[in-house]
Nanobody, 123 residues
């Protein structure tokens, strides 16, 4: 099992920045990957950034060049730094974990989820 807790959401104006954090606990996996998903109003949850335990990353085209996923040296916290935010980035942001070392953006690959943190970008 694994527990995830997100933090860092909030409201910003377009062009602004936010940094989300996801803290991982209660897990015993030696190989895993984590990802951030976004669910906008009335939309499905989509993967936007992922990182594996070796630091390999992958991004959705909609955020590439604006968002950066990273992890701390202890590999218990994953961050999502979001720059040049747009109104279409508004949504609930979820952190997810899978016990496989593949940086995936597919929701079905992930077993454990946080409760989410809200990001609102106004124009």
């Amino acid at each position: 099992a694994a527990r995830l807790r997100e933090s860092g959401g909030g409201s910003v104006q377009a062009g602004g920045s936010l940094k989300l954090s996801c803290t991982l606990s209660d897990h015993a996996y030696t190989d895993y990957s984590m990802a951030w998903f976004r669910q906008g109003p009335g939309n499905q949850r989509v993967g936007i950034a992922a990182i594996d335990i070796d630091g390999e990353t992958t991004y959705a085209p909609s955020v590439k060049g604006r968002f950066t996923i990273s992890q701390d040296s202890a590999k218990v916290t994953v961050y999502l730094e979001m720059n040049n935010l747009r109104p279409q980035d508004t949504g609930m942001y979820f952190c997810a974990h899978q016990p496989r070392g593949l940086a995936s953006l597919w929701q079905s690959d992930f077993n454990y989820w946080g409760q989410g943190t809200q990001v609102t970008v106004s124009s």
